[in-house]
């Protein structure tokens, strides 16, 4: 599959981006377009120190999170072999399992499993029964993705740090750690994004006191790193 194709489409679409809004929507392409080419996707797998030291979570929670999506999509994709396209990402613990599987049993399954991961406290199953969408749709969805990501960085009351973006059938999947104001100015903004057909919010309530103390909070960045893979 290439790669240049939504990347040119996403600049194209955005022609008055400014330069950071237009870096921004090109990578994103970029990293969602990469796992459009197998049947199963991994969510948040591009961390880096950077991304640790203005991440909301703390950084072992967000090493226990890629550990999470790694060793889900790994059991999953083992059971389903090629049935389906499951995508796993992770948030605090919070696993939202999104794409498409044939059967209510594959469906579950695919719950059951994630759900015995360790250090999974919750799953939020958005599994549709159904077949798999094609390259164009999720191509599509990778390029609303970029979209969403762009008008939040644009949002100078919003910082693209404190969400993760999903998109699955023009669906998007808000996951984060934010206060009422910020959950609330997201859902407008996202609903006016070309491509958007609904919003769903998988995010935790902080308050704006609870997000000052992490704001002044001293930030370490450690080294870039990953888990491992089962």
Do not use: W
């Amino acid at each position: 599959m290439s790669l240049n194709q939504p990347v040119a489409s996403a600049v194209a679409a955005f022609p008055r981006f400014s330069r950071l809004g237009l870096a921004v929507l090109a990578t994103s392409v970029l990293l969602s377009a990469l796992p459009a080419c197998a049947p199963l996707v991994v969510g948040g797998m591009a961390a880096t120190g950077v991304m640790v030291a203005v991440d909301r979570r703390t950084s072992g929670t967000q090493l226990e999170d890629e550990s999470i999506e790694l060793k889900a999509a790994a059991r999953i994709r083992d059971a389903l072999a090629e049935r389906g396209h499951v995508s796993v990402n992770a948030y605090n613990r919070q696993v939202l399992l999104t794409g498409e599987v044939p059967t209510e049993q594959d469906k579950a399954m695919a719950v059951q499993i994630a759900s015995k991961v360790e250090n999974v406290r919750a799953v939020v199953n958005e599994l549709a029964v159904m077949p798999s969408t094609t390259l164009t749709q999720r191509s599509n969805d990778a390029l609303v993705s970029g979209r969403v990501k762009a008008a939040i960085v644009d949002t100078k009351e919003l910082s693209i740090h404190a969400f993760d973006v999903v998109t699955e059938r023009g669906t998007v999947y808000l996951l984060g750690r934010v206060t009422d104001r910020e959950s609330k100015l997201v859902t407008q903004v996202v609903r006016q994004v070309q491509g958007v057909q609904r919003v769903v919010r998988v995010m935790e309530s902080m308050t704006e006191e609870e997000l000052t103390r992490l704001q002044n909070q001293p930030r370490t960045q450690p080294a870039a790193g990953g888990a491992a893979k089962n």
